[in-house]
Each structure stands twice: as structure tokens, then as C-alpha cells.
């Protein structure tokens, strides 16, 4: 039965002459805030090899995972549709048993259809593997950046098919559930780490500014570099081998980073991620790119690069390369955002519509306690804090991080940590039905299986 799906997964896919097609590479950071790299901004962290991408290719500005959580994201960007939709609601590991519905086909099976050779080095989180199809999947460790680096250039010089390769670091991902969590302690596998002085970090105004705080963004700093390190080694290779001009290049992080109020939530810090694509038929790459993108356009944007049609259902996104030259691209001013649980045990199904200037949360079942993911419950930011009785996380107060309403509605140029909820300010209350409406249409057009008891106004169903 397998078998039979897979073949029918790979008729639905056009196969073009081999002239035709162009090669991808898709890399790929583990829970990374957008800020935290030198092409974004940041004073501190050393990403030169990023950096250089993004001076190559097209920064997107305001480019968003479409929930922050490892597994469901990368079965959206690997899907393109939203966690509703593909099925995967949680984690794929272990005790969570999340995988995409029987219905739903990856990219790595539409391109292998069409004849690509795929390939995933480092971390998969998506199951089951077998709706995946690749041909070079090595054991490897996600943190061995230079192993991983020698495994891509070992893929470039073995294909001669057109090539779709993942290449997917566990940096900055924190090392430990509980304990410090991030950080290198010594040089290892070929790298030595980059010092990052706790004193001269930049603490998020999300985050409390606490000396174990400054010790793990440290730390985080120090994964980033190394992550940068690898990808530069990567794209190195793939020069060498000859590919540089033939193959699309896209670096993102799955979220933003592990701290509490972004990992498992749907604020800016856990959702809004660093996003680079390089097209290399393009001499003058409209960059930094203002348009809103998401998760959702990753594989639509592949198979247009590539040339592979796939038409079984509509995704959730649309292409990318026909922005890269235009620096404010029209009818790209919003994005819709779905997430349903970290952990099989921390379900808190949110769906958000977010806007240039405004975001719209609608919280699914308000009643619960915001159940923090596994990762970030017990990271001593949220255990010290709450330790010490702390009434305040960063701007926002600790009973409103754990007792959400309903709605939320932020005004992000006046209030870009989402601080202050509109949703019942009464000067607001056109705009907050204006996208109410906006996002139940959208949600109806996709038949998300929710809003058949539940709606973001508390009507019953």
C-alpha cells in the first residue's frame, strides 16, 4: 500500500528533460530569532558566511515560521501548508507520534518524482520517513559542523541528477533541557569556539536581564557562530563542485530561540525568523525585501525554481522569485500563522492573521494555562524567574503570559514586543472585525478542522 502511494505521489509530479532543471539547497538553523545575525543588525554575534549570502542574495525583512515549534514547522515549509492542514501537529519523536496526514506528499517526493536526486544532512523531525523519499540521508551529529560540511561536499560530487539537498544544523538549539543550555565548551570536531562576553550580550526587552540570562545568550551566540562556520564550509563546496550558478539557495531558522515568549508562541520573538534567498540568475537582487513571507511559500518557490508542477491540492503559499526584484512587493501584506502544540503534552492551538502594522492572535481555548513548551519550562530563565517570584517577564506580566484572552491584537509599530492587547479597546474594534473576517475566510477556505467548533468571537458552532 506504501508502495502504490508513493508511485502515485510520483505521477503527480511533471518530469522534465534533465536541460531543464536547477539544483536547490536548502539550509536550515535551529531556533534562531530573525535579529540575531550580522545581516539583520545585530552588534554582537559573528555571522560573516551569512552575511555574505544575504549580500549575494534577497533579505527579507519580515519573513515568519508559521509556528514555532521544530517538528510542525519543518512539515510546513517541507509541505507548503499550514499545521491544521498537513497533520503534524507536534513533535514526531518519542511519546508525541506526530506525522503528516496519508494525503499530504513532501517535496522531497514531488522533486524526486521529476527526477531530482534528495538528500537530508542533520536534523529530519518529520515522520513518516518513508513519505520523505531520499537517497543520501548519512548518520551525522547536527553540531559537527565540519562532518556535516564533508558529507554536503561528498553529495555535490556524487550527483550528476539535478540535486534538492537539506542541510540541517541542531545550533543554536540549546544543548540541555534544564541547566545552562547553550554554549560550546571547548573546540571539538574541528571548530573552536568564538568568546561572547555575558557583559556585552544584548539582552531582547522580551527577556528579563538576569545574569544566567546574559550566560545563555552567550552561549546562544556561540552556536550561532558555529552554525555560520558550517554553512560557510557548505557553500564552499558547492562553489568548488561547480554549482554556485545553478542552484537556488535558501537559509532560514525553523523558529526564534528557545526562551519563553518565543518557542511554542506566536509573538514576534518565536515566529519571526531570518529568511535569505539567493537566485543566482539574478544580477541585482531587489534587497532588503519588505514583502511578508512565510513557511508556506518554501515549496511553492522550489518547485517554480525547479520547474516541477504538482497540482493534487492548492498549498497554502505562493513562489518567492517573482518578488526578488521588487523591494516592496504588492498583495504580500500579510500572513496567516497556525499552531497546535509543542509537546503532545502542550497543546494550546493558536491561529493568527499578521499584517505589516497589526497582528491578530485568536487563542483557540482561552480557558487553559499556557502550557510552556518541554524545552523552555525548564530552562533557567523560567525556572529562576519563577523561583524568585517574579511578577514581570521582560515587558509583559507573567499572569498574562500564562492567562491569555481570547483575541489579541497588537499595534506593532507603537508596540513591537506586544505589550499592550487592543482587542477591547473600543477605537480599535472596526479593525479587530476587519481581521477577524479576513482570517476565518481564509481558514474556511482551507477547511481547517477547528472552526468546526470553535470561532475566534466565542460564537458556537
Same mark, same amino acid.
Given at each position: ?85 498537513? !497533520? ?15 494525503? *499530504? ?69 540549546? *544543548? ?34 538576569? =545574569? ?6 552567550? !552561549? ?37 530561540t528557545s526562551e519563553p515568549g518565543a518557542m511554542g508562541t506566536h509573538y514576534e520573538p518565536g515566529v519571526r525568523v531570518p529568511f535569505i534567498v539567493r537566485n543566482p540568475e539574478l544580477n541585482q537582487p531587489a ?35 517573482? *518578488?526578488?526584484?521588487?523591494?516592496? =512587493? ?107 473576517t479576513r482570517l476565518m475566510e481564509q481558514l474556511e477556505t482551507q477547511g481547517d478542522p477547528w472552526i468546526r467548533k470553535f470561532h475566534p468571537l466565542g460564537r458556537e458552532q
Open positions: 500500500m506504501k508502495l502504490f502511494l508513493l508511485l502515485l505521489t510520483l505521477s503527480a509530479a511533471t518530469l522534465l528533460p534533465a536541460t531543464e532543471k536547477k539544483n536547490v539547497l536548502f539550509l536550515i538553523s535551529d531556533n534562531q530569532t530573525w535579529s540575531d545575525l550580522g545581516c539583520y543588525g545585530h552588534p554582537v554575534v559573528k555571522t560573516p558566511h551569512i552575511d555574505q549570502l544575504a549580500a549575494e542574495g534577497v533579505r527579507f525583512e519580515q519573513a515568519f515560521a508559521t509556528t514555532a515549534s521544530c517538528g510542525p514547522s519543518r512539515a510546513v515549509m517541507y509541505t507548503g501548508l499550514l499545521t491544521h492542514s498537513n !497533520g503534524q501537529y507536534a513533535h514526531p519523536h518519542r511519546e508525541h507520534n506526530q506525522q503528516i496526514r496519508e494525503d *499530504v506528499t513532501s517535496v522531497f517526493a514531488m522533486l524526486k518524482g521529476a527526477g531530482y536526486r534528495t538528500g537530508l544532512i542533520g536534523k529530519d523531525h518529520v515522520k513518516p520517513l518513508e513519505k520523505y523519499p531520499m537517497d543520501f540521508k548519512p548518520r551525522t551529529r547536527g553540531r559537527d559542523v565540519v562532518g556535516m560540511a564533508e558529507l554536503a561536499d561528498e553529495f555535490f560530487s556524487t550527483s550528476d541528477s539535478p540535486f534538492f539537498l537539506v542541510v540541517s544544523w541542531h545550533d543554536p538549539h540549546p *544543548v540541555s533541557i534544564d541547566g545552562k543550555g547553550w554554549g560550546i565548551p571547548e573546540s571539538q570536531d574541528g571548530y573552536a569556539p568564538l568568546p561572547y562576553d555575558p557583559a556585552e550580550v544584548v539582552v531582547p526587552p522580551f527577556l528579563p536581564d538576569t =545574569p544566567e540570562v546574559r550566560e545563555g545568550i552567550a !552561549g546562544y551566540y556561540q552556536q550561532i557562530s558555529r552554525m555560520d562556520h558550517g554553512l560557510g564550509l557548505v557553500l564552499k563546496s558547492l562553489e568548488e563542485r561547480g554549482h554556485k550558478d545553478d542552484t537556488l539557495i535558501i537559509f532560514i531558522s525553523d523558529h526564534g534587497s532588503p525585501n519588505k514583502a511578508l513571507v512565510a513557511f508556506t511559500d518554501i515549496t511553492p518557490t522550489i518547485l517554480d525554481w525547479t520547474g516541477v508542477t504538482f497540482d493534487e491540492y492548492p498549498f497554502h503559499g505562493r513562489s518567492l522569485l517573482p *518578488v526578488l526584484t521588487e523591494r516592496n =512587493p504588492r498583495d504580500r501584506d500579510e500572513v496567516l500563522l497556525s499552531h497546535v502544540g509543542h509537546d503532545i503534552f502542550a497543546y494550546y492551538p493558536m491561529r493568527t492573521l499578521r499584517q505589516r502594522d497589526y497582528k491578530l492572535i485568536w487563542n483557540v481555548t482561552p480557558g487553559a494555562e499556557y502550557p510552556l513548551p518541554i524545552d523552555t519550562v525548564q530552562r533557567r530563565t523560567w525556572t529562576m524567574l519563577r523561583e524568585r517570584g517574579d511578577e514581570m517577564i521582560g515587558g509583559r506580566r507573567v499572569e498574562d503570559f500564562l492567562h491569555r484572552p481570547r483575541l489579541e491584537l497588537y499595534d506593532l509599530k507603537a508596540d513591537p514586543w506586544e505589550t499592550n492587547n487592543l482587542a477591547e479597546d473600543p477605537a480599535h474594534a472596526d479593525r479587530l472585525n476587519e481581521m477577524v
